[in-house]
């Protein structure tokens, strides 16, 4: 086939490129300039798209002996990807960037121009799995990325590769030097790839100003006062601006936000426990919404805060009851749905923007319950 490797000047993407030249392909590597500012280095492992990235994956591609090309995709990401970052912490919510990154940037408009251009296929360097069309977490469980691949339509991942799902890291940054291609121990990105500083109540705070409000317990009491709801997070703990503990010496978590009155609630570890996740902008990555409920495997954060659950598609949205509780469930945030089997719960069923939960136990939950009491 004829590709197109997403070069964003790591280990990862370049040995996936060089896995897909090795495979026979046809391969054209492209880095993708997201800043319009970049800057010249990096600091350690905060940021990426700098110049400094831009001549790695340059190098790289010269080690691989194939054409490369940098293509300009910074006005779009500000749009698709740091914008609806910013207005989504002023609406109270918890956006993963990750994801709006993959959905609108590299595999929308890359992949759009990459079929426009007589493309077969882009391949990056997630660690992600496909097989026959289906999407599954990598072999590595503490790199898989599936969970921010799983915004993915079936038409998007029939024209995606990703050729380190089968590999744990360290053996690919083995590769890497073997290879002679000089990323093999440069360090992994961390954080928000476009707030290198690592501050991202600074970085909001200059983008939507001081919006004063009032922290509240969960009776209502007034606690103290705040500069903004882009400053919280569903179940954050720290950084709440107050004195000390609860009454009874328990920690206080934020568990619930109002962008419209500005107020925060916090309470305790059992006032975050919520039992059904409610969601918008369903995906089936399969390409067919189910008929009715199905029983998987839902996560709703993407290193951890996962439960068997009950799905089932709720017009263009999804609601997913949970057979046991979670905490920390923000909106804006994905729950993504996995199969529920030993053998094949790898594989991604779908998933939705969280939109809102309920604290109530329901039937499902009772179900379970005396199923385990039997």
Not at 34 to 47: F, I, K, V
Not at 178 to 187: F, M, Q, W, Y
């Amino acid at each position: 086939m004829r590709v197109l490797a997403a070069m964003s000047g790591g280990v990862d993407s370049a040995v996936a490129a060089a896995r897909a030249v090795e495979a026979g392909h046809e391969v054209v590597g492209v880095h993708l300039a997201l800043s319009a500012n970049p800057g010249t280095l990096r600091t350690g492992s905060r940021g990426c798209c700098s110049k400094e990235d831009a001549g790695d994956a340059r190098r790289a591609a010269d080690v691989l002996g194939i054409p490369f090309y940098v293509w300009d995709f910074a006005d779009r990401f500000k749009e698709d990807v740091i914008d609806d970052f910013v207005a989504a912490y002023a609406a109270g919510e918890t956006p993963n960037p990750c994801l709006r990154c993959n959905e609108k940037i590299k595999f929308s408009a890359l992949a759009d121009r990459a079929v426009a251009l007589g493309f077969d296929a882009v391949v990056t360097g997630h660690y992600a799995r496909l097989e026959d069309g289906v999407l599954r977490r990598a072999v590595d469980a503490d790199k898989d990325q599936s969970y921010v691949l799983a915004v993915l339509t079936a038409e998007q991942l029939s024209r995606a590769m990703f050729p380190v799902g089968d590999t744990p890291k360290p053996l690919i940054r083995q590769e890497a030097a073997e290879r002679g291609l000089a990323v093999a121990n440069k360090p992994d990105s961390h954080d928000i790839c476009f707030i290198p500083s690592g501050d991202t109540q600074a970085f909001l705070g200059a983008k939507i100003g001081i919006r004063p409000g009032a922290l509240l317990d969960a009776d209502g009491t007034k606690l103290g006062d705040h500069k903004g709801v882009h400053e919280f997070t569903i179940g954050q703990r720290k950084g709440l601006g107050l004195p000390g503990p609860a009454a009874d010496g328990k920690p206080r978590y934020v568990t619930d936000i109002d962008p419209d009155s500005g107020t925060v609630r916090v309470g305790s570890a059992q006032d975050l426990e919520v039992w059904t996740v409610r969601a918008d902008r369903a995906v089936w990555t399969s390409g067919e919404t189910p008929a009715g409920p199905i029983d998987c495997v839902a996560q709703v954060r993407a290193h951890g805060g996962i439960a068997p659950a009950v799905a089932e598609a709720d017009g263009a949205g999804l609601v997913v009851r949970l057979r046991e509780p979670l905490t920390g469930v923000a909106r804006g945030q994905a729950v993504v749905l996995y199969r529920p089997d030993a053998v094949a719960g790898d594989q991604v069923i779908g998933s939705g923007t969280i939109s809102g939960t309920e604290r109530e136990p329901h039937s499902y939950a009772t179900e379970l319950a005396s199923e385990a009491a039997q």
